[in-house]
C-alpha cells in the first residue's frame, strides 16, 4: 500500500473512498451512545406543554391553580411570563433582515392549530408533568379556522391578522406572455395540476433539550443538526452574549431537517431555565411530533409545458403554491423559490418561468425536510411521464431527447441556475441499462396478457448542494497532534446518523498519513469546536474535507520540516504514511509521529529554525462556488393489484453522480434512507388533519412509516463527476428523498396507463388507486 | 397510590427497587438503572425502539410495567456484548453491512434480531423482513440492516 | 405520553381475580398483555384507577386437545400459540391466523384471551372463533358459564364478559373430516391492523359438497361477525358450483355498518372485502378438497 501523499485526492488515499468501519457504530451498538434524553443532570426538572385542542381559538384566562398544587410541580408558564424574555428571535442562516413569519414561544392571544403551545408545566418528572397539563385550566373561544391552505386567499378567517390573504409572501410572476405564446404555438401543450400531501421528516428520535442556567452560563444539550446555531440563537434569543452559551449533542437520532434550526418550544424551555432553580429537561413525545414539530411537502402546482412535434421541450412554467402551516420555520417563503429555479431540472428547457407563494393554513407549521425544494422533481418527472403518454412516445424516449448531455455543459438554466458538473444523461443510461429497460418492457407486455399489471418509473433530477452562501460559506477544523503522536479532530459536528466523524476520521489519517486507529473525533460541543453550520443542504462532506484539508495542510508542512530536520534530508524528500515520515525511497531513514510529536512539545530546542513548538493548528475552508451540484436518475419497477389497490416495488435502481465518494457504504446509506423516506411519502406516509383541523395521524399506528416488508432492495449506480469542491466531493444526503417519489408516483401510473389513469395527486394509497381506477373505467 | 417493591434480574444482575406502578419497564430501565440503550421512540408500542428480553422473549418494554416484571428476567442491549466489551455476532454484522446511521433504533433491531437468530438459525430472506417488521428505522431504509441479519444468520449456519 | 397513576393487583387465582373485580367496580380493568391496553394508557384515552394483572394467575395459561375440541387458556400468549404443535394440528385455522397479529414483539406478550376480550373490528382472533363456533369459558362471582362465539361479541369493543366476569378460557372445536381453512387480510402495511380479512372453514362430503361451511369478516363493522347470506349461498352447494368472486360479493352486499377513514372508504372496504372472502374460500375449498 502506497502512503498517501496527497491528503485529499478523493480516490488516491488510503482510506478515503473504502468501506472503513463507522467509528460511531461501537457506542451505538452496545447501548452506550448519549442521545439527549439519556443525559441527567442534578435536580433536572422536566417539562410538558399545554396544548391547543382547537385548530383556532381566542385564548382566555389560564388557571393552574389545581396543576400547582399538586405535589412534585413546580412551575406553570404562560405567554405572559416566557415571552417578554425574548430579545431578539432570527436564525443565523437565514439572516436577520428576511421578512421572518411569527413565531411566538408560546401562543399569544389566539391558538393557531391543534398542537399549538399555550402553556409550559415544570415538574420533578414527566410523568407528574403530565398529570399537571390535564389540570391546567384554559379558557379557549373557538374560532372558524382555516383548515385547507387551499381556500387561504379566499378565506374570511386570518391565520395572522397582519398577512393578508393569508399570504406569507410570494416570488416569481405569472405566465408572461411571450412564453404563454410560446405553449400556445407548441405542437403539444400539456397543463396540469399536481398534489402533494403533508408529510413530515419524523426522525425516530423526537425533538429534546436541557438548558442549565449557572447565572453566568447558559449550557444546553440538544438533539441538533447545527449546536452552533442552537448557540447563536439561544443566546441573542436570551440576550447573553454567545461565549456565555454551551450547547453539547453527542448522539442525535436522525433529523432529516428537523432539527436544523430551534423551534418555538427550545425557546420556551431556554427562556423558563432563566427562571427556575434547576436545569430543565423537555423530551418531545411522538404524539407532540407528529402533532406540532412541522409538517413539510403539502403543496400544489399548476404546471404547462410544451413541446414541439418531436417531444422536445420548447418552454416550462410553474405556478407553485405551498402550505406553510400557523408558524413555519424557518422563513418559507425564499426556500420555495428553489422549486420555481429548479422545475427545468436537468433537461434542455430553453424557456422558462415560474411563480411561487407561500399560504398559511391553522396546521403545524412547515419545517425544512431533506431536499425542501423536492416538489420541482415531483411536478416535472410526473408531467413529463404524463405528457409522454399523451403524445404517444414512451417516457424514457421523451427524456433521453431532451436530458442536458455532457458537451452542452457548462450552461444555465433558463431561471438563471449555473448547471457544472453533472451527469444526467449518463445516470439515466446506467439506471436504465442495470433495469435492462426494453426486457422490463416485453416482461411488462407479457404480463399483462395475463391480466397482471406491472409499470416502470423513473425521475431524473440536479441538485444544489454545499452552498457556499453566508452562514454556510466556511467550516473550521482544528487538529491537533497529541504528544504521543495520536490525533484530534474537532469540528462543529451535527451527524445525525450521516456518519460525520467516521468521514473526517477518513480525511484527516489520510491528510496526515497516520493511521486510521490513530484518529478521533470530538464533534457537537461548541465549547471547543470551531464554529461550522451544521448538517444541511447535503454540505458535510465537501465543507469537512475543506476544512481538514486546510488545516492538515499546516500541519503536515510542520511534520515535514521536523522529520526533515531529525532525519538530515530535503523537506522535499519527505514522505508521509502510517504514522511515520520517512524519506522517499530509504525506508530504514524513517521517524514516526510520536517521536516527532514529542520533539514538538517537549524538546522545541531540537525544532529547525521558524518552526513553532506543537502540533496543533486550525484552519477554515471558505466554499468558492455558490452551490455544488449532483445528479441521479431513480428507476423503480411495481407491480399493482388492481383489486385492492396495493403497490408492490419489484426493483428499485438509484444511479447517482456525487463524485469521488469518502465511503461508499456512508453514500449508499445516504441514498437508501432518502430513498425510503420518498417511497413513504408516495405511498404511505400523510400527515392529515380533518375538516375542523384536528390531526387524523398522532401516533404510529396512524401515520404509516415503511417497514422492512415494504420496501424493496435498492441497487446502485455510480457515476463520478468531480465536482468544483475539495476532494471533488459532492453532497448525497437529500437527493434520494427528491428523487424516489415521482419514481414510484410514475411506476404506479405507468401500470395503470392501460385503464388511461393519469395520476396528479399524492400520496398513491390502495384506496386512491382503486378510485383512479374505477373513475377511469 | 401505593408504590411497589420488585426485584427482577437485569443482565444477570439482580435488581431492586420500588416503584410505583405506572412506571413502564422502559423507564425503569433508563431512569432506574441508568440502561439508557433502551430507547423510546413512540411509547406507544409501534417502533420498537425499546425492545428488550424479557425471560428471553423480545417484548417493546414501552407497553410493559416495571411491576410485572417483577421476579423475571430481563436482558437489555447493554447486556449483548462480551464481558470486554466485544461485539457479539449480530452486533458485529450490523457493524460490518452499515446496518445503523444515527443509532438511535438500533438497540431495539439488535435485540430483535438476537432473539430471532437464536429462534431461527436458518432464516430465509423474507422471514428475515418479517423478524424485523415491527421495528421502525428511518435512516438505512433496512438494506443494511436485512443484509446485517442476512450475514450473521450465515455466519451462524456455516 | 406517560399512562395516569393506578393501583395494580396482582391475584394469583381467577378466582381472586374475580373477587377483586366484583370490589373495585368499574374503576378497574384487567391487565393481561397489555399490548392493546398500555398504548391507551400512555395517550391517556384511558384511564382506570385499578389494573387488575392476569399475569400471575397460573392456571389461565396452556394449550391443551381436551376430547373434540382444543382449549386454550386466555393468558397463553399468541407466540404460544405460534409455537403450539398441538395447536396447529388440532385448529389449522388459529394457527394460521396467529403471524398475522402485529410483530413478533406483540405476539411475546399479548394473549388469546386479551385479544378476543378487548375485540377489536379488525382483529383477527375474533373472526376465528366466530368462524369455528369456539366457546368461551366466563367466570364471574357467582360461578362459571359458557358462552357462544356468536353471544360473545356484542358490538364496538364489547363482548358479553361484564365487569365482574373474567374470560378464562377458549374452547375452538376440533373440525374433521375434509375440512380446509383459510384467513385472508389487506392491511396498509404488514402487522397493521387489517382493513378487511376474511376467515374461512369448510367441510366437504364425499360428492364435493358443502357439509358446513362458515365465513367470519373482520374490519368491516364494529366487531368482527359471520356472512350468513354467503353462507347460506354455500348451504349444501357443490364446490365447482360456487364462484369465489361471487361469494365475496354476497358476503359483503348487506353490511350496513363498515367503516370508513383515512385508510379507505366503506365502499373500498367491501370490496376488499370482497377480495378476501373469494382468495380465503379459493383456498379453503382447495385444501377440503385435496388435503
Known sequence: MTPATAGLDGAAGRYTGSRVHRV?????????????????????????????PFARA???????????????????????????????????????????TPRPPLAEGEARFVGDPVALVVASDRYVAEDAVELVDVDYDPLPALVDYHDGPQADALVHERYAGNVAGSLGAPCPDDLAAVFASAAHDVSVTIHQQAYAPVPLETRGIIVEWSGEELTVWAATQAPHEVRMFLARLLGVAEHQVRVIMRDT?????????????????????????????????????????????????????????????????????????????????????????????????????????????????????????????????????????????????????????RDELPCTNPNGMPYSDISPAETFEQALAMLDYDAFRRQQAEAREHGRHLGVGTCTYVEPTTTGMAYYGTEGATIRIEPTGTVNVYVSGGSTGNSLETAVVQLTADALGVDLADVRTVQGDTAVTPFGAGTGGSRSGSMLAGAVAETAGVLRERIVAIAAHLLEASPDDIELGESRAQVRGTPAAAVPLAKIADVAYFAPAKLPDGVPAGLEASGRHHARNPMIWANATH??????????????????????????????????????????????GALFEHLAYDEDGNPLTTTFMDYLLPTATEVPAIEYGHVETPGPGPGGFKGVGEGGAIGAPPAVVNAVADALAPFGVEITRLPLTPATIVELIEGAR | MGEIEIELRVNEAVTRSTVPPRLTLADFLRERCGLTGTHLGCEHGVCGACTVLLDGDAVRSCLVFAVQADGHDVTTIEGLDGPDGS???????????????????????????????????????????????GNLCRCTGYQGILAALRAAADAVET | ?????????????????????????????????????????????????????????????????????????????????????????????????????????????????????????????????????????????????????????????????????????????????????????????????????????????????????????????????????AEAALGGAAVDDVDADELGQVAVASLDSVPSDLHGSSAYRRRVGAAMVADAWRAASEEARHG
Not at chain 3, 61 to 78: K, M, N, P, Y
Open chain 1, 24 to 52: 460511531e457504530d461501537p457506542r451505538l451498538l452496545r447501548g452506550r451512545g448519549t442521545f439527549v434524553d439519556d443525559v441527567v443532570r442534578p435536580r433536572m426538572l422536566h417539562a410538558c406543554f399545554v396544548r391547543s
Open chain 1, 58 to 100: 381566542r385564548l382566555g384566562a389560564v388557571d393552574a391553580t389545581e396543576a400547582l398544587a399538586l405535589p412534585g410541580v413546580h412551575a406553570v408558564f404562560t405567554a405572559a411570563d416566557l415571552n417578554p424574555g425574548v430579545h431578539e428571535a432570527w436564525y443565523t442562516s437565514m439572516g436577520k433582515d428576511v421578512p421572518d
Open chain 1, 253 to 405: 437520532g436522525g433529523a432529516f431537517g428537523q432539527k436544523v434550526l430551534p423551534m418555538r418550544e427550545d425557546m420556551c424551555v431556554a427562556l423558563a431555565a432563566r427562571l427556575l432553580p434547576a436545569p430543565v429537561k423537555w423530551i418531545e413525545d411522538r404524539r407532540e411530533n407528529l402533532m406540532a414539530a412541522g409538517m413539510s411537502r403539502h403543496e400544489h402546482g399548476d404546471l404547462r409545458m410544451g413541446f414541439d412535434g418531436d417531444g422536445r421541450v420548447v418552454g416550462a412554467y410553474i405556478d407553485h403554491t405551498q402550505d406553510v402551516g400557523a408558524y413555519p420555520t424557518p422563513w418559507p417563503v425564499g426556500t420555495a423559490a428553489a422549486v420555481g429555479m429548479l422545475f427545468p431540472g436537468p433537461y434542455r428547457v430553453p424557456r422558462a418561468g415560474f411563480r411561487t407563494t407561500s399560504v398559511f393554513s391553522n396546521t403545524s407549521g412547515r419545517t425544512a425536510y431533506r431536499g425542501p425544494w423536492q416538489f420541482e422533481s415531483v411536478a416535472r418527472e410526473v408531467l413529463l411521464d404524463i405528457a409522454a403518454r399523451r403524445m404517444g412516445i414512451d417516457p424514457a424516449e421523451v427524456r433521453r431527447r431532451n436530458l442536458l448531455r
Open chain 1, 635 to 680: 428507476v423503480c419497477t411495481c407491480e399493482v393489484d388492481v383489486t385492492t389497490g396495493a403497490v408492490r416495488l419489484l426493483r428499485y435502481i438509484v444511479s447517482e453522480d456525487c463524485g469521488p465518494m469518502i465511503n461508499p457504504s456512508v453514500v449508499e446509506g445516504q441514498i437508501a434512507g432518502g430513498t425510503v423516506q420518498g417511497i413513504g
Open chain 2, 87 to 133: 461485539l457479539s455476532p449480530v452486533q458485529q454484522a450490523f457493524r460490518d453491512h452499515h446496518g445503523l446511521q444515527c443509532g438511535f433504533c438500533t438497540p431495539g433491531f439488535v435485540v430483535t434480531a438476537e432473539a430471532f437468530l437464536r429462534d431461527n438459525p436458518d432464516p430465509t430472506d423474507d422471514q428475515i423482513r418479517e423478524a424485523v417488521s
Open chain 3, 1 to 229: 405520553m406517560k399512562p395516569a397513576p393506578f393501583d395494580y393487583h396482582a391475584p394469583t387465582t381467577a378466582e381472586e381475580a374475580v373477587a377483586l373485580l366484583a370490589e373495585l367496580g368499574d374503576t378497574a380493568k384487567l391487565i393481561a398483555g397489555g399490548q392493546s391496553l398500555v398504548p391507551m394508557l400512555a395517550l391517556r384515552l384511558a384511564v382506570f384507577e385499578h389494573l387488575v394483572d392476569l399475569g400471575r394467575v397460573e392456571n389461565l395459561r396452556g394449550i391443551e386437545r381436551v376430547g373434540d375440541s382444543l382449549r386454550v387458556g386466555a393468558t397463553t400468549t399468541q407466540s404460544a400459540v405460534e409455537r403450539s404443535e398441538v395447536a396447529a394440528d388440532a385448529v389449522p385455522l388459529l394457527a394460521r391466523a396467529t403471524p398475522l397479529i402485529g410483530h413478533v414483539q406483540i405476539r411475546n406478550r399479548g394473549t388469546v384471551g386479551g385479544s378476543l376480550a378487548h375485540a377489536d373490528a379488525a382483529a383477527e382472533y375474533p373472526a376465528v372463533a366466530l368462524a369455528l363456533d369456539a366457546e368461551m369459558e366466563v367466570l364471574s362471582p357467582t360461578g362459571r358459564r359458557t358462552v357462544a362465539s356468536p353471544d360473545f361479541f356484542t358490538g364496538l369493543w364489547s363482548t358479553a364478559v361484564g365487569d365482574d366476569e373474567l374470560l378464562t378460557a377458549v374452547r375452538f372445536p376440533v373440525w374433521s373430516g375434509r375440512c380446509g381453512f383459510a384467513i385472508r387480510e389487506f392491511a396498509r402495511r404488514h402487522g397493521d391492523f387489517a382493513i378487511a380479512g376474511a376467515a374461512v372453514a369448510v367441510e366437504l362430503d364425499g360428492d364435493d359438497r358443502v357439509r358446513r361451511g362458515t365465513i367470519a369478516l373482520f374490519g368491516l363493522g364494529p366487531s368482527a361477525q359471520r356472512s350468513d347470506p
